[in-house]
């Protein structure tokens, strides 16, 4: 009887959770409007991913509640892009939307195989499983629509660094292979990370979307994929940690799993709140007036160095600001494959867990070559693999997390024989070797940006790391000190028992069986070590910055920038993904009085600095209640507005120009409106952004070579080295608009017109007082 209501309950669930998608898709099409089509065929594209990589998803993360399910499309997105990009590397496939579609119809039909295996393998897929795939779909599904309309209030690939993300995108929608042509430097291919971009264009190929609402699609993917896989992982550490305990609450995992997606995609730091309410709270309360700046969203990530102005400038960004401002950029884009390689490694503890159960450990020892090779090493080491194609920092410092999570538990699984090491060892050079292979198509064709490290010769005040860092290390340390605590009540219990059993004190052999690091790690469920470990690791992060740098181009007051940046954008996440369980463990059962005031004190804190989303997101696109003021999803379509003949130049070409002819025109510095038409067209241009290309080439001297060649023929009015540029640069086309001429105001329009044959003119006008046009370059 139990059991046919319970069945009668699930039935009841999954036909309520189908009716909310099928509601969120109907408020889908009332609010994005004509943008409804692309967002519906780019989740579409998603759900088919997923649902064709479930059979190996299901495979090896067979222990989560879910199966894995939301991973399922994080891996069809990394291995089928990636099949496409190795194919059009090695120059075996073109990269069009016809070979996107086959390589992913080949690996749908190698899932359906492992499928076979799975049915006799008896794994299983029940009712439980559906509803929880259909609530995870729901959640997905939501984020991806909210974040969505939000963005369509400010869609424009315009300011910071979206001009370079959506150049790369455009060029690789150009690109038969890879790498693609550098849009801003002519003859050369793109020395960058940029196979995330790659993937964002991998699904507007696949979903057959343009390239001006895949950049805005692809972006609030990843906000979507903020929220939900961190959900999913604390989700599954807290049901384990549950189990584990004997507990049972219906309520408690999806706490957890909510805190930890919002804590990863939603939350901002303590700056946050103590500058946007505490200050100005104080302020009111002691009466001081003052011409006191308003609180700006991204002064969170300007923080050292800014306030107050010292010449140590840093950056510390995380998620929830990314995707506010819409950089589709190396870090944001690499955010779902870090969260699916933290979530295979709490699969593998579960499948190591599960062996151990069985009889396995230092006895009973598994073959070694399994060990070695298996699904989890193998994903392991082709997802960090991709890190070096992707974001290059990440390669570290995954590998890292990776071999502290293994060989802590592998020291607890051959209760620390040397054998745990050796093990650790064989599989760390696995993870090596397989991400080397993995990544060689790209390191072939690539120049390393930076090497050398320094010792930093500047440090953050401690009060500012405190307030930056205060909250989540103080989390993390203290579910380190409970677990710590716990440990040495067992051992006074045990040596007492012990005692008192044998009337005798506990010998040396006895003390070290019982106590110390290997006791600590013996007593430890996997979803403490694994939130312990990926803690720690996050608290690492943060603390390098403060010890050594990674020399660049950046130098003088911003030499640790970048080190800074890019380590503690991914200690946010680890700290992020870890908060949840940590939480919801104190809550559930707190194991010391002190538990009950930290908890309430650190989560109201937590929770407060949730808000910053809401602040930034009506910072940075106003009301978004005010349909009235929705712009859609075209990326480029400011242009239209800002720089009308820029635009239908634009457009002229997308339309009429195929391959990669070279169009000139006017350089400019890093964050500027020039390099609009290389930007917007992903056609190459002689020379783009200065301090991007200094970063992706090193060299200065072939750079400003450049800048003299344009120069000279934009303002000569010598044919014969006029020629020899064009020559020298293969351009066939060249652009002159207002850029142009506000840069060389000393132009001969005549001449330049006389270089070729005049395809698009645009006169003066009486709203502008500047003619436009395009020539083509005689032959």
């Known amino acids: 009887m139990d059991s046919k209501h319970t069945g009668i309950g699930n039935i009841l669930k999954i036909t309520i959770t189908i009716i909310l998608i099928l509601a969120v898709f109907l408020a889908g099409f009332f609010l994005l409007g004509k943008d409804f089509t692309p967002f519906f065929k780019w989740w579409f594209v998603l759900l088919l991913l997923g649902g064709a990589f479930m059979p190996v998803t299901g495979i090896i993360f067979d222990g989560f509640h879910d199966k894995g399910y939301l991973f399922s499309k994080t891996i069809g997105i990394a291995v089928a892009g990636y099949f496409v990009w190795l194919l059009s590397s090695m120059r075996i496939l073109k990269f069009t939307s016809l ?47 909210v974040w969505t309309y939000i963005r369509g209030f400010k869609p424009e690939a315009s300011g910071t660094e979206k001009f370079m993300d959506f150049g790369f995108m455009a060029a690789m929608m150009r690109a038969d292979y890879m790498p693609p042509k550098d849009m801003w430097f002519a003859g050369g291919t793109i020395n960058y990370y940029y196979v995330g971009q790659f993937l964002a264009t991998f699904l507007t190929k696949l979903s057959f979307v343009r390239a001006n609402e895949g950049y805005n699609l692809m972006l609030m993917t990843l906000a ?62 002691l009466g001081i007036t003052g011409d006191f700046k308003n609180y700006w969203f991204p002064n969170s990530t300007r923080y050292i160095g800014y306030n107050p102005d010292t010449h140590d400038k840093t950056i510390h960004e995380f998620p929830s600001y990314s995707f506010v401002l819409g950089d589709l950029h190396a870090h944001v884009l690499n955010i779902m494959l870090v969260l699916t390689v933290t979530a295979a490694l709490f699969a593998w503890l579960l499948k190591r867990r599960k062996l151990m159960e069985e009889g396995c450990g230092p006895d009973k020892k598994p073959k070694l070559l399994t060990e070695v090779i298996n699904p989890y090493i193998i994903l392991i080491g082709f997802f960090i693999g991709v890190f070096h194609t992707t974001n290059f920092w990440d390669y570290p410092i995954y590998f890292v997390v990776s071999g502290a999570i293994i060989l802590f538990f592998n020291l607890v699984f051959y209760d620390f024989k040397r054998r745990a090491y050796a093990v650790t060892a064989l599989q760390g050079a696995a993870v090596l070797i397989i991400s080397e292979i993995t990544a060689l198509p790209f390191t072939l064709n690539f120049d390393q940006i930076s090497t050398e490290i320094n010792l930093a010769e500047t440090h953050t005040p401690i009060y500012q790391l405190i307030i ?131 908890t309430v004190i650190t989560l109201i804190l937590f929770l407060c600095t949730l808000w910053y989303s809401e602040v930034s997101v009506k910072a940075w696109y106003g009301n978004i209640f005010e349909t009235k003021n929705y712009k859609g999803l075209d990326a480029v379509a400011f242009m239209e507005k800002n720089m009308p003949d820029d635009y239908e130049t634009v457009k002229w070409l997308n339309k009429n120009v195929t391959g990669t002819p070279v169009v000139l025109e006017a350089n400019g510095d890093s964050y500027s409106d020039n390099e609009r038409i290389s930007m917007a067209t992903g056609l190459p241009t002689v020379l783009g952004w200065y301090v991007h290309e200094w970063l992706w080439r090193g060299d200065t001297g072939v750079l400003n070579e450049r800048i003299e060649d344009i120069k000279t023929l934009y303002t000569t009015d010598d044919a014969g080295a006029a020629k020899d540029i064009i020559k020298k640069y293969h351009i066939q086309y060249v652009y002159v608009g207002k850029l142009e001429q506000d840069k060389y105001p000393e132009m001969k329009l005549d001449f330049v017109k006389s270089l070729g044959s005049v395809v698009l003119e645009y006169p003066e006008r009486d709203d502008k007082n500047y003619e436009s046009f395009l020539i083509k370059v005689s032959e």
């Not at 609450?249 to 946007?276: C, E, M, Q």
């Not at 640790?560 to 939480?583: D, E, H, P, V, W």
Request: glycine share 6%; with cysteine; charged share 20%.
């Open 224 to 285: 979507a994929f903020g929220f939900v896989l961190p959900y999913a992982i604390a989700y599954n550490v807290t049901l384990q940690y549950l189990k584990d305990k004997a507990s049972f609450s219906r309520w408690k995992a999806p706490f957890a799993g909510i805190l930890s997606g919002a804590g990863v995609s939603l939350a901002g730091n303590i700056h946050f709140v103590i500058f946007y309410w505490v200050v100005p709270g104080l302020r009111s309360f």
């Open 468 to 598: 930056l860092w205060g909250l989540p290390v103080s989390i993390v340390l203290a579910l380190l000190i409970e677990l710590i605590m716990l440990q040495r009540r067992r051992d006074r219990e045990l040596k007492a028992q012990i005692s008192y059993e044998n009337d005798a004190s506990l010998t040396d052999r006895e003390e070290k069986a019982y106590t110390g690091l290997k006791g600590f790690l013996k007593n430890l469920t996997i979803s403490e070590l694994f939130a312990v470990t990926i803690g720690l690791c996050a608290i690492g992060l943060v603390l390098i910055p403060e010890v050594i740098y990674i020399k660049d181009i950046y130098t003088g007051d911003y030499k640790r920038a970048n080190t800074m940046f890019k380590l503690t954008y991914q200690a946010f996440i680890l700290f992020g993904t870890a908060s949840g369980f940590i939480f919801t463990k104190f809550i559930h059962k707190p194991a010391f009085t002190w538990q009950k005031k930290f």
């Open 99 to 145: 070979s996107c579609v086959v390589i992913a119809a080949l690996l749908l039909a190698a899932n359906v195989y492992v499928l076979t295996r799975w049915k006799k393998k008896g794994i299983s897929f029940g009712k439980e499983n559906i509803k929880a795939v259909l609530t995870e779909e729901l959640l997905f599904l939501l984020f991806f629509l």
